[in-house]
């Protein structure tokens, strides 16, 4: 980490270090085998006042910045992957764009349901329209001063569980696509908001990723979120406060190699083979020297990106670069730590294999590492970079070119 904390920060990561070490880390085990979503850990999380933390006091939460959610994500992620992810999107994600760009009303409701206790789920991943996000196929048909929803988004974290959703959706007014808008429905309010298949998943087992569908979902008009520039730009401001959760999902890797690395340099220095502490064979001491190595580079671009972004967003190809080092590190880190364990390591009764099935998620969730090079490099050429066929873009603008203006 650059510099010092300040007392108030260096307060609240031993809270978290401590709630983490001691409930959270007993629990983790439990929470992979039985794919259960921890609620009781959401208490302890929200007794700790960790949901919704960075929500301004003004609608009753601390007002903590992007980088006082990032140290205690990091301290939760070391003993439990899942719990560290609701830590995320209790801040991040969904919650950022409400609170920055929704009305009074639409960020009193948001924050209301966090602070309770409700984890969101953020809707944009399609079964056509992955990386390709912007090919999104829902469509929000305005009549009169309602908009009916239809369409189907899958692998969304937290469905069947998340009351608050943030929609991604096609704005179609007037006949006309007028470009990409987010949508607030309440799961359990909203009649045509259904949960749909679960996936199942490598890791992280205990927040079941489902397909979304929107059967005839009405909502209205005071659900939309409104950011300036209106709908033509309203994709790119959702993928605006979205860095945050990139930011968010970085950390959570960062976290949890950081766990597996404490745990292999303390095996190391306690198994015995062929007369001495296995950290002693060169073999391994630079596996160590690599794998701590990695952790600090990755912890850097992480911090780098919270701290730069103040109150506000992270800079896009800030997130984007510390997510791709935090993930690529992770995995890289978790699989070192499991050899440095051998046959152990591989078991089910410690955490390194978890770790390893849990830390595989982040170089394709919230942007493949892939598609975030796309966007390092974009801005290091300083334009566009089409990946469509003959530079056709699925844009958030309409299809025939003729955005309406509005
Ligand atoms: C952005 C992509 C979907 C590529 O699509 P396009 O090539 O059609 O779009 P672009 O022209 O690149 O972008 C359109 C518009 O948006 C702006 N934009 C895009 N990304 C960002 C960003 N990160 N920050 C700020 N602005 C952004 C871009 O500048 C354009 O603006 P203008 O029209 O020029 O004003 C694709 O690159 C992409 O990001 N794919 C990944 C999709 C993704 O991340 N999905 C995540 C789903 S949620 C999830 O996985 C949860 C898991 S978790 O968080 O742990
Ligand atoms: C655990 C988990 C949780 C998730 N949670 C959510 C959620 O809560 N909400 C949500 O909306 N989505 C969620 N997702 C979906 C996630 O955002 C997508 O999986 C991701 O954006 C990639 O889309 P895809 O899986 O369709 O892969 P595809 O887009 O089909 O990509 C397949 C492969 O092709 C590569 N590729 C594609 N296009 C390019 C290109 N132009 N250049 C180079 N390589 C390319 C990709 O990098 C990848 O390796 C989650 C996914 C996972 C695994």
């Known amino acids: 980490m650059f510099g010092q904390l300040s007392e108030s920060q260096a307060q609240l990561r031993a809270k978290a270090r401590a709630l983490a070490e001691g409930r959270f880390a007993d ?23 960790f949901m919704g933390m960075t929500i301004p006091t003004a609608y009753g939460g601390p007002g903590r910045s992007l980088f006082d959610a990032v140290l205690v994500i990091e301290e939760i992620a070391r003993q439990c992957g899942v719990t560290a992810r609701i830590v995320v999107e209790a801040n991040m994600g969904a919650l950022g764009a409400i609170l920055a760009y929704g009305n009074e009303e639409q960020r009193r409701r948001a924050a209301d349901a966090v602070l309770a206790g409700d984890k969101p789920a953020i809707c944009i991943t399609e079964p056509e329209a992955g990386s390709a996000a912007t090919a999104m196929t829902t469509t929000a048909v305005r009549t009169g001063g ?6 189907r988004k899958h692998w969304i974290t937290g469905g069947g569980i998340s009351r608050l959703h943030l929609i991604f959706a096609r704005v179609v007014e007037g006949g ?10 309440y799961r359990g309010e909203d009649q045509g908001l259904v949960t749909g298949a679960r996936e199942p998943a490598m890791g992280l087992r205990g927040l079941p990723e489902t397909e979304v569908l929107f ?24 993928m605006r406060a979205y860095n945050a959760q990139r930011v968010g999902a970085a950390t959570v890797a960062l976290g949890i190699a950081a766990g597996a690395f404490d745990r292999a340099l303390a095996y190391a220095q306690e198994r015995r083979q062929f007369g001495r502490p296995i950290a002693e064979f060169q073999g391994l001491q630079w596996m160590l020297a690599d794998m701590d190595t990695g952790l600090s580079a990755a912890r850097a671009l992480v911090h780098k990106a919270a701290v730069r972004a103040g109150d506000g967003f992270p800079d896009a190809r800030e997130a984007a670069q510390a997510k791709i080092l935090a993930a690529e590190t992770a995995v890289k880190v978790t699989n070192e ?7 152990a390591g591989y078991s089910r009764n410690l955490p390194l294999e978890r770790m390893l099935r849990d830390a595989r998620m982040f170089t394709i969730g919230g942007g493949t590492a892939q598609m975030l090079r796309n966007q390092v490099a974009g801005t290091l050429l300083g334009r566009k970079l089409p990946q469509g066929m003959a530079a056709e873009t699925h844009r958030d603008t309409p299809a025939s070119g003729k955005a309406a203006a509005e």
Do not use: K, T
Not at 27 to 49: Q, T
């Open 176 to 185: 006309e696509d007028r470009g990409i808008g987010g949508f607030i429905a």
């Open 27 to 49: 629990r983790a085990a439990e929470i992979d085998r039985s794919e259960a979503y921890p609620h009781d850990n959401v208490e302890a999380l929200r007794a700790a006042g």
């Open 146 to 151: 309602r908009y009916l929803l239809n369409g």
């Open 215 to 238: 059967q005839d979902l009405e909502l209205g008009e005071e659900r939309l979120l409104r950011p300036e520039g209106g709908l033509r730009h309203g994709f790119a401001a959702l």
């Open 337 to 343: 730590a499991l050899q440095i364990h051998g046959a």
